[in-house]
């Protein structure tokens, strides 16, 4: 399990292996940003790792309890912004999806919610982490500009949220549809367009 804060925990046992832990949970988001929930399983994590299957289990139990650390270990610093003003919180936020999205992190997080959508029955607890962790970056946000008087309260805070996280995810796909992926200056232009969009609409 882990900690509230995120942090991994170590249970009973622990990998052997010098760098064991660091190795698996990179290549858990490999294979699955490359084969999907139905496609991915510890034996090619372990494969992948570089390291026996024995190795994978001493720490995770399954599937699901991996990819849920993997994912968290990661995601830590995207909502952690606090600039000030609800401005340069949005853009520093819409930055950092950019940039995360275009990680093996980010990539198998996208790929975890598109799986969960069109799954026909829940996939693992990994998919209720991943949504409530952003649900929280874009709460905490829209908190603040509240208190701030930034924000009038009848504007509904996760629409705020689905636009940013929205245009951000379909940049991204569009990107890698064309086999290319944002650089720093590209990310910067396409945040501050974006932001600039969704608080011309709020303030309307």
């Known amino acids: 399990m882990s900690t509230p804060e995120g942090e991994i925990r170590r249970g009973r046992g622990r990998p052997r292996t010098p760098g064991a832990e660091k190795r698996i949970i990179d290549a858990a988001l490999e294979e699955y940003g490359e084969h999907g929930w139905s496609g991915f399983t510890m034996d090619g994590v372990a494969r992948r790792a570089g390291v026996g ?11 699901d309890t991996l990819l849920t650390d993997a994912v968290r270990s990661h995601s830590g610093d995207i909502g952690g912004v606090d600039t000030g003003t609800l401005y340069g919180d949005l853009h520093q936020l ?31 607890r990994f998919v209720e982490m991943v949504s409530d ?16 008087g930034e924000m009038p309260a009848d504007v509904p805070a996760r629409a705020i949220g ?6 951000v995810t379909m940049q991204t796909l569009a990107a890698r549809l064309d086999g290319r992926a944002f650089d720093d200056a590209d990310i910067e232009e396409r945040a501050t367009v974006l932001v600039d969009v969704v608080l011309k609409g709020v303030a309307s």
């Open 94 to 124: 819409a930055v950092n999806l950019f940039r995360y999205f275009r990680e093996p992190a980010g990539w198998a997080a996208l790929r975890v919610l598109v799986d969960a959508a069109g799954a026909p029955q829940r996939l693992g």
């Open 53 to 63: 299957k024995s190795t994978v289990y001493l720490r995770w139990q399954d599937k």
């Open 133 to 148: 962790m952003h649900r929280g970056f874009i709460d905490e946000i829209a908190g603040r500009a509240l208190a701030r």
């Open 162 to 167: 689905e636009c940013v996280y929205g245009s």
